[in-house]
């Protein structure tokens, strides 16, 4: 068990030392030594498989679990072929909005 921890902890300060390095040599390349900050990072999204539902089913419970969202996210979480997603969604205007952003959104 101890092992197993300073296995980890060894691989992680590897990981902190090579993303330094990766800081520095864009810094190098960019003109500035500056440490670029990390992106914003997205929450995870509760993936929704089709296991037997209809591609309208499955995208339904999707926006129920995870609200708004893009067609990408969509894509992501649900593993749908992108021509099934666009024809689902012109099928279920009824049920779906679409914001300005282009994320889309059970009705209300």
Known sequence: MDADKTLIRLIDEEIARLEATKSEILGRVNGSHKVPTQ???????????LNGKTREGQLMEFLRANGPSSPKDILAGTGMPRGSLGFTITRATDKIERFEDGRYALKR
């Not at 992106?39 to 929704?48: D, L, M, N, T």
């Open 39 to 49: 992106a914003k990072r997205e929450p995870k999204q509760i993936v929704v498989p």
